[in-house]
Structure formats: structure tokens, C-alpha cells
């Protein structure tokens, strides 16, 4: 009798199948039970080496002994005519059916149910769906238009929503969030594609919403869902596609790989690809190359890397110091890091344009930047960097815009280079346009709120305000409370005169932003609520006094108030030492404009008309190439200008920021007390005909 016919005989295949057919089945069981339990990895794999070590034991023992009814005895010492092994055989067929059975339902188990990781069941209460705003523009400046009709789905459009994971360890939370992110830039380099951009499908993450009912929130055809689970050096991901229509699958995969940064970026090229293919979707070479390249071989460092992509989207001066201290990690980690390098620049040039106006964080940033080019010349993300560079750190639009026009050839669905883009071109004064890169960045974000927020600052600037209002509308009806839209409340009912609400909008404001504070000066310096106002300076953030675009300082502000009550004798001592703050910044950085801009009212508050004449006309030299804010500092400087007397000059450069096209409307010049000096000049009232007071 051969090996093979006695091997059979004996059972030695069955027991095998058996024996590995119940391990898996086992161990799937457990893993699931040590993940929920929060058990370390090192356990499972203990698990899976004895399961892997008792399979040999196990073989060699059926060929040895038999089971017998007197119980088992070794082969050798039975009479082949008593043996029972086929009826032992047909035992084993039934338990191995019965294995196989039960793993045919954890697999389906676990592709059907991966989207509810265990624990988490909660429902994510969302608005209510909106239709979606349709933004059409040509060059006429009253030709843009807001529906609120429901434009066709497009067929080659998806969300990928947020990977589920397995397990209580906050660590591969990060991981899984991680992945999706870069399966999210992945797609949005294939240009046929419609693909939703992150923050709009993060409010998915546990939700029990249906994918027809979150397809429809989010404009799309299709739907992606999957799960990330680590195990040890191992890690498994699966993913499908799913038409949004019919509830059906497209196409659905899963990937077990050994945990390398090689194999992450792997398995996102393979996803990206297969749902292109799925959706019909056309790669060129260019596209395809792009999906395929890696960004680094080092997994902690491509660790270090996402927690800095993390702290950018916070924004706040905490998170970007964390972000920089992860990304400058990342890059002792892996020194040819080059989207490392490319985000280190965007950090600090975040830390330059909205708390730290310091020139030297401009040629730290473009250090990192050179470096970023010399490893990988066509990386885009390098280009967005390179764009922020440009237009935070110069304002210098051209370039900025060529560098985000080069990014978005490669990541046409690039949402964060629209949204860039369009507020390049707001600071050109190309406001039309502008509103289409927001249309399109809502069309890619549509439930972020932010965006709705900027479409109405833009239309506010742009005295169209029944636009507007409806823009406003649609982003409170995602997020009542954002402090964006509350300011563009406040702005608009400012420019409606109405005092009181513009101050009760934007007290409710999370007062994170210096314009919420300028605002609510405003509105109580139109009420002549000069005790409140004087509150508020006395209150304004230490973090909130100096940006960017305004100096300020607490003296300054309590002087003005003090000023403006008639207190002349409290008001000059502290303008006076206002003054000579800004006289030694200036000492320091004499082509500072927002320090000869506070310096320019500062000097017209204290009734010093040639020194303050000086300081306006040198500050308005200054201004920064800003379309969009340039009718706001002619305001100011104008109040500087009235104050000192120089009524001539203010009216003039009131009606130079009133026909920028984009700056506070008479309404907001009437309620400011610097301006009252102006109420009886003839020019001022013929300034007045041309742009009425009434209610915009």
C-alpha cells in the first residue's frame, strides 16, 4: 500500500483539515475577544505560533494512534479487519462541514458588518439634507447667482467613508484615521472623479445613516467602507464599493499584508485603481504614477507625519507648535521625507500669517521647500507649500497661483488647493472667480460650513446681501454655532445699521478670531456704548491684540474709548503711551503697515494733525496688495485722517475704499464716531447720494 493510501486510510488528511479549519475559527473568535478586551498584540501571536506548532503534533499523533470503542490504541497494535476508521472518516467529514460552515459565516460577518466596529452604535445626529447651492459667474459683477436646485449625481462620484477599526487602543484609531486620509489624497489625483474631501465625510465615522440616505447628503453615486485592523507586524484592511442606487456592491476586496510603510502605499494604490476601474474611470500615465508613488519608506515617520497633518487642521497656535514638533520627527526619521519637508513649510507659514509676522519664518519655509524640490520636483504637495509661501508670507499672487494650478493638475480634487485658490484670487480682486473655486470646494466639502461662511463674507463684500444671507443660511443649517458665519452675521447686520444684532452675533461667537473683537468694537462704538466698549478692551485677548492686518494695543483701545466720551484729559495719557509703543515698533520695523496704521489714529485721537497727516499718508503708501481688505484700511486710515482734522483727505479716501468693490458700506461710516466731524460737509452728503445709507 502506498504512503499516500495509508495516510488516508488512517485520516491524517482529515484530522489535518479539521484540526485547521477549528484554529482559525478559534482564532478569529479570539482576536475579536482580545481586541474588545484591550489586550496586547503579543497574545494573539502567542496564539497563532501554538496553533502553528500544534498542527505537526497533531498529524503525527492520528498516524500513530486510532480511535477504537475501547478507546484510542496505537495502530500498530490493532487487526486491520476490527479497525473502524471510515466510520471515524465520516465523523470527521461532518465536523469538518460543520467548520466550514461556521467560517463562511465570519467571513461574511465580518464584510457586512465591518462598518459597525463593536461598542460603537451610536447615531451621529446630522442637519437635515440641503439642496445644494449652484454658483454660476461671469465677469458681470451681479451675474452670480444662488439656486437652491439639486444638480444631477454624477455616476464617477464617491465618499469614502471613515474606516472602521477593531480595538480600544486609541493608537489604531490613529492608524485607521490615518489610512483613510491617504486612500482620500490618493483619489483625488484620478481628475474623472468626483471624490468628497474629508471633513464632510467624518461626520459619518460610527453612524447607522443608510448609504442611499448618506450618498444623498453628500451629492455622490457611490459609497466606500471598509475597516482597519492591526495585528502584530500584520495589518488587514478590506474595502468596498457600494452603488448608493441599489445598495449594491461594485466591487470589494480585502488586503492582508505585513505592516511596512511599503505595503500601506500599496494597498491605497490598489484600492484607488480598482475603484477607478469599478467606476469606469480612465487613468492616464500621469495619474497612475501619481497613485503609485510613495511618500516615505519609514512607518513611524509616516506616523509622525499624520499627527502633523492633524495638527494643521486645527489651526491653533498649540496645534501648530505639535504639528512642527511631529513633522520636524518625521524628518530625522526619514531625511528624504520630501511631503514632510513640504508640510513643515505650511506650519510655519501658518505660524507666520496668523500669530507670528516674523520675516525669518519665511526663509525657514523656503529652506524646506528647496529641500522638498531637490528630492521630489513634481511633488504637489510641495506646490500647495510653495502657493502658501507666495501668498502668506508676500502676498504675492501671481506665483502662488501658478503653484496651486500646477498642484491641482496632479490633485484635481485637491479640496484644501481650491479653497487656497479661492482665496487667492478674493486678495486679486477676482471675487467672480473666487466664488467658483468656493462652488467647486463645496462641491468636494458640502458639509463643511466654513465654506458657506467665506461665500457669504465674499457676497457681504460685495453688497450683495440677499446672496449673502442664503449662503449664510445653508452653512447654519450644518453648523449654527460656527464662529465664521456668526462674524458674517454680525458684519452684515452692521452694514444694516443694526447695532444690537450685530453684537448679540458675535458675542456668541467662540472668540478665537481678532475680527469677532473688531466687529463687536464696532457695533458698541455705533450703539456709543462707550462703558461696554471700554469693557472690551479692557478683556480683548492678549493672543488677539497683534496680527497680521491690525496692531493694537490695550492702551490704544482704552484711550479710545475715553476719547470718544470726551475724556480728553484720561485719553491723552493713555494714547500717549499707545503712541509711543508704536513709535518703538516702528524703530525696530519702520515699514511695519499695521503699526503706522494704529499710529495714524492713534496721532489723530491725540490731535497731533501734522504728525498724524504723516503717519496716514506713509501707512497708506503701505498697504498691502489686498483687494479684499484695502477698503477696510482706507476706513481706518480715513478715521485717522478725520480726527486730525483733515476732512478733505478722510472724505477722499472714504470714497476710494467705498469704490474698491469690496468694503464697509455707508451704513458702517454713519455709526462710527471718528466720522461725525464729516455729517455736514458738502462732499461727505454728495458721497452719500452716490452710495445710499438705506438698508442694503
Known sequence: M?????????????????????????LQGADFALDVAGAPD??????????????????IFSWIFEMTPEGLKKESQLDRSQ????????????????????????????????RSAPGNTEQVALPAPQASVEVTASNDSNSATVTGSEPAIDRQSVAVLPFAFRSTNPEDEFFAEGMHDDLLTQLAKIGSLKVISRTSVMEYKDTTKKIPEIAGELGVATIVEGGVQRSGSRVRINAQLIDASNDEHLWAETFNRELTAENLFEIQAEIAESIAQALQAELSPQERAQINRRLTNNLEAWTAYQRALASRRNQTVQEVQAGLSEINHAI??????????????????MQYWFTEPNPKLHDLAWAAIERAREIDP??????????YYHYWGFLDYEPALRSLDRALKAMPNHHDAHQARAYVLRRMGKFEEAIEELRIAVELN???????????????????????????????????????????KGTMALMDSDTRLARYEVSRAPTSFQDTYVIWWMALLGDRDLDAALELANNWPESLLVSRLHYHSRDMLRGYAHHYMGDAELAQSLLLKAEEELLDRLSADPERFTALQSLCQVQGALGKSADAKESCIA??????????MRGEHLFNLAAGMAMAGHHDTAIEWLAESLATGAAFNMNIIRLHPAFESLFDKDAFKELESQYPAGKP
Open 83 to 114: 479497525s473502524i476508521a471510515p466510520q471515524t472518516g465520516h465523523k470527521l467529514d461532518r465536523v469538518i462541514i460543520a467548520f466550514l460552515v461556521v467560517a463562511v459565516g465570519v467571513l461574511l460577518a465580518d464584510r457586512f458588518t465591518e
Open 378 to 387: 513634481d511633488l504637489p504637495e510641495k506646490d500647495i507649500a510653495e502657493a
Open 332 to 349: 530625522t526619521l526619514d531625511p528624504e521625507f520630501a511631503a514632510a519637508y513640504s508640510l513643515k513649510a505650511i506650519l510655519l507659514m
Open 619 to 628: 501707512a497708506r503708501d503701505r498697504i498691502f496688495i489686498d483687494a479684499f
Open 2 to 26: 502506498s504512503l499516500f493510501s495509508e495516510l488516508k486510510r488512517r485520516n491524517v488528511f482529515r484530522v489535518g483539515i479539521a484540526y485547521a479549519l477549528g484554529a482559525w475559527v478559534l
Open 446 to 488: 458640502p458639509r463643511l460650513s466654513t465654506h458657506w461662511a467665506d461665500m457669504g463674507e465674499t457676497y457681504e463684500r460685495m453688497w450683495q446681501f440677499d446672496k449673502a444671507r442664503e449662503v449664510i443660511a445653508r452653512g447654519e443649517a450644518l453648523e449654527p454655532d460656527n464662529a465664521l458665519l456668526l462674524l458674517a
Open 42 to 59: 503579543w497574545i494573539i501571536r502567542a496564539l497563532v505560533i501554538l496553533a502553528g506548532i500544534g498542527l505537526p503534533a497533531v498529524l
